[in-house]
Each structure stands twice: as structure tokens, then as C-alpha cells.
């Protein structure tokens, strides 16, 4: 099946800092990723999609990048804030399943 | 207003009990999914339905069993074959079309085996 990875080290950063976190995927490459937020002891919330056949997208302050021949995709928050303090897990979508990264979690120091 | 509704958020069991999680959305999904997340862990799929009365089997279900009667409704529940049962399980609906949509999670259920 799809595996999935993140870094499982916390990401501390200043806040005002660009976070930038990493998923890796291996197999096949997925019809669209997906990057969602979870604060401790709540459920996921979606952020942003993006489809195999694009390079970028950006919503807001976020910004998310898919190399399908790296097999990688690159989430970046930039002018960080305390507030966006949460573990960040990415997801791949083939053949009606979501597969799951373990997460990343970002620390922004104030 | 419109989501998953997920209960009880905590759960206690004794070994050897079965015990089910409900989970209710309203918001017109036709397809639905089971997750379980231990500490440090990724999501890991339990079961999913893409339409009323059918459903598959994810990536760990034995020891667990679901049912979809009803649209709005995907129960979960756990059975004493379950092995380490005490984990953070979450439902969720998948919303948009199948090329864009996104999961809508509930808030989680909490089981502890005592």
C-alpha cells in the first residue's frame, strides 16, 4: 500500500518565520494531496488540495508544492504566528481511500 | 449547523466487552470512513462506505465491524477480537467530487480498555 512520510521531529520556529514542512510518498502517485491541521485531541481540518497535475498552490499565507517525479510535496506557512502551533499531516487520495502521513508538528515561538 | 457528529467523546471498556461509536453527519455525504490515530502514528483506515449499504474493509479491520443503513449514519463498532483496542478513532465524510474532495472530520472518540 501507499507509504507515507513525514518528519516526526517537531519544527520550531520564530514566529514571523516561514515553516516549511515535507511529505514523501512512495508507490504510485496519488490523483490529489492534501494537507490538513489537527490540534491536540480534535479532528483533522483541511487546508489545501492539490492535484498531480499542478506544481503550486496558495491559499492565504499557506502554500503547497507537488513534484511527482521527487515524489514530494512541500507545505509552507510564511509569516508564521503563534497561533499556527499544530501537527500538520498530509494525505494522498487514490482508489476512494486517503492515505496519512503521521504528521509534523510545528512549534512558533512568539 | 452542518458536520460530523461524533459520541461519546470518551469511552471506558473492560476487556472482553464490545462497544460501538456513532457517528452521524448531516451534511449529505455519500461516502464515509473510520480512522484510528495512536500516539505519534499517522491515520490508519478501519473501514469505508461509498454509498448506503455497502462498505470495505480498510488497511486494519479485523476485530472491528460497521454497518451503513442509513446515509447519514456509519457505526463503529469495536469487538473483543480487537487486540489493543484503546486508541483516538475519528469519522469522516468526504465532501466535493471524487476529484476534489476533501475529508470532514468529527471531533473524536477516545477509547481506553481498562
Known amino acids: 500500500s501507499q507509504k507515507i512520510e513525514q518528519n516526526s521531529e517537531a519544527l520550531n520556529i520564530q514566529e514571523g518565520k516561514t515553516a516549511t514542512l515535507t511529505c514523501n510518498y512512495t508507490?504510485?502517485?496519488?490523483?490529489?494531496l492534501q494537507w490538513y491541521r489537527q490540534d491536540p485531541g480534535r479532528g483533522p481540518v483541511f487546508l489545501l488540495l492539490?492535484?498531480?497535475?499542478?506544481k503550486e498552490k496558495r491559499k492565504e499565507r499557506l502554500k503547497v508544492t507537488f513534484d511527482t517525479t521527487l515524489k514530494q510535496s512541500l507545505f509552507h506557512i510564511t509569516a508564521s504566528q503563534p497561533a499556527d502551533s499544530a501537527t500538520y499531516l498530509c494525505?494522498?487520495?487514490?482508489?476512494?481511500?486517503?492515505?496519512f502521513g503521521s504528521g509534523t508538528k510545528l512549534n512558533v515561538k512568539p | 449547523d452542518g458536520g460530523i457528529t461524533q459520541s461519546p467523546k470518551y469511552l471506558f471498556r473492560k476487556e472482553g466487552q464490545n462497544v460501538t461509536l456513532s457517528c452521524e453527519q448531516n451534511l449529505n455525504h455519500d461516502a464515509m470512513y473510520w480512522y484510528r490515530q495512536d500516539p505519534g502514528q499517522g491515520l490508519r483506515l478501519i473501514y469505508y462506505?461509498?454509498?448506503?449499504?455497502?462498505?470495505q474493509k480498510g488497511d486494519i479491520a479485523e476485530g472491528y465491524s460497521v454497518s451503513r443503513e442509513k446515509k447519514e449514519s456509519f457505526p463503529l463498532t469495536v469487538t473483543s477480537a480487537q487486540k489493543n483496542p484503546t486508541a483516538f478513532y475519528l469519522c469522516?465524510?468526504?465532501?466535493?467530487?471524487?476529484?476534489?474532495?476533501?475529508?470532514?472530520f468529527g471531533e473524536g472518540s477516545r477509547l481506553t480498555v481498562l
Open positions: 492539490i492535484r498531480e497535475n499542478e
Open positions: 469522516a465524510s468526504r465532501g466535493g467530487t471524487r476529484n476534489t474532495g476533501e475529508l470532514f
Open positions: 494525505a494522498l487520495y487514490n482508489f476512494n481511500k486517503f492515505y
Open positions: 462506505s461509498q454509498i448506503v449499504n455497502d462498505f
Open positions: 508507490n504510485y502517485s496519488p490523483a490529489y
